[in-house]
């Protein structure tokens, strides 16, 4: 049974370039949901998708959007990226309480 | 924001020693999470004490939920080199409504060093 998987693994992006980063949740599970986590600190959720629509969000600006495809999977936007931007993107997946999450993507803003 | 918030923020043990963490919030929850970093990677779950609970085990894991003073504590016995990482608490909200969606909200976290 395959875990949540996530893509790229790292990235490098200019500033004002825009982003997509994919997910892929476990098995079963219906709900994705993206947190970003700057160096040091902890994640900080972005936003949630349930049966293909944002259900959730957090304190992010419009820049970061998303969209999840019927079979569950997911990605995450990012429009006019600012330095600021450089994280650990991860993605967790989840049935009912418990979220398992991916390996991550590093996205890196220079 | 953070709302959990982890204390200590890091921790240096011998292997065998016990390694206590200890998490505070701000808001009512349905329920308090543990997770597990390692080296900036993905993070792993380790164990969900719901808000009506006291006290959960998981192996060598204990963690207690302190409603009423908005507290948790994840405790780690006899702990071993691979335990080295960091360790995040996250709540998860009572919305209004009762209901709940998962929408985590992370500490900032422990980083535990364990000397073989």
């Known amino acids: 049974d395959a875990g949540v998987t996530q893509s790229p693994t790292h990235l490098i992006k200019t500033r004002g370039q825009q982003v997509t980063l994919r997910c892929s949740p476990k098995s079963g599970h219906d709900t994705v949901s993206w947190y970003q986590q700057a160096l040091g600190q902890g994640p900080q959720f972005i936003f949630q998708?349930?049966?293909?629509?944002?259900?959730q969000r957090g304190n992010f600006p419009d820049r970061f959007s998303g969209h999840q495809f019927p079979n569950y999977s997911s990605e995450l936007n990012v429009n006019a990226l600012l330095l600021g931007d450089s994280a650990l993107y991860l993605c967790a997946s989840s049935l009912y309480y418990e979220q398992y999450f991916g390996p991550g993507t590093r996205l890196t803003v220079t | 924001s953070q709302q959990g918030e982890e204390d200590p923020q890091a921790l240096s043990i011998q292997e065998g020693e016990n390694a206590t963490m200890n998490c505070s919030y701000k808001t009512s929850i349905n329920n308090l999470q543990w997770y597990r970093q390692n080296s900036g990677r993905g993070l792993v779950h380790l164990i969900l004490?719901?808000?009506?609970?006291r006290e959960k085990h998981s192996g060598r894991l204990r963690v207690t939920l302190d409603t009423s003073k908005k507290s948790s504590s994840l405790l780690i016995t006899a702990s071993r080199a691979a335990d080295t990482a960091s360790y995040f608490c996250?709540?998860?909200?009572?919305?209004?409504?009762?209901?709940?969606?998962?929408?985590?909200?992370f500490g900032q976290g422990t980083i535990l060093t364990v000397h073989p």
């Open positions: 004490i719901r808000s009506n609970e």
């Open positions: 998708y349930y049966e293909e629509e944002e259900r």
């Open positions: 996250a709540t998860e909200p009572v919305r209004a409504g009762g209901t709940s969606y998962g929408k985590l909200t």
